[in-house]
């Protein structure tokens, strides 16, 4: 599993202080983005250098609870499965240990050649797959 932490400022909410829901995608995006540097594949490499984008194809989020203004939220990212241009991810995202929301997202791997799924590079599927969680269900 990897973990991040992110506050949640005063602009990632409505005026009443509770979390506006296109605010938590952008968070969750940038603990995805960290995820890969952390895999030693940081989105600008992808992007300028392998010409590999890794667009969301499908995103099914579940909220819990409101989130508020000054907390800091837990982001967790399992990865489920690896195919051949495509990879689950599970994140939990919670604050004072109360999960808020949950996601199911799967990123494919695309070339920015020619727009169509690729194969993931050798090593970045290694990399992944220490990360791989087999007893998900």
């Known amino acids: 599993m990897y973990s991040a932490i992110r506050p949640l400022h005063f602009g990632d909410c409505?005026?009443?202080?509770?979390a506006y829901y296109p605010s938590y995608l952008k968070l969750m995006d940038s603990v995805v983005e960290d995820f890969f540097a952390s895999l030693g594949a940081p989105r600008k490499e992808m992007i300028d250098d392998r010409k590999i984008g890794t667009p969301t194809l499908t995103l099914d989020l579940t909220f819990v609870k409101p989130g508020f203004h000054g907390s800091d939220l837990t982001f967790d990212i399992r990865v489920t499965r690896i195919g051949g241009s495509s990879l689950d991810l599970e994140h939990t995202?919670?604050?004072?240990?109360?999960?808020?929301?949950?996601?199911?997202?799967?990123?494919?791997?695309?070339s920015l050649k020619t727009h169509k799924a690729c194969a993931w590079?050798?090593?970045?599927?290694?990399a992944l797959s220490h990360h791989l969680e087999t007893n998900n269900a």
């Open 14 to 18: 409505d005026p009443s202080g509770i």
């Open 93 to 110: 995202v919670s604050a004072n240990g109360n999960t808020l929301w949950s996601a199911r997202q799967r990123l494919v791997a695309t």
């Open 121 to 126: 590079p050798d090593d970045i599927r290694a």
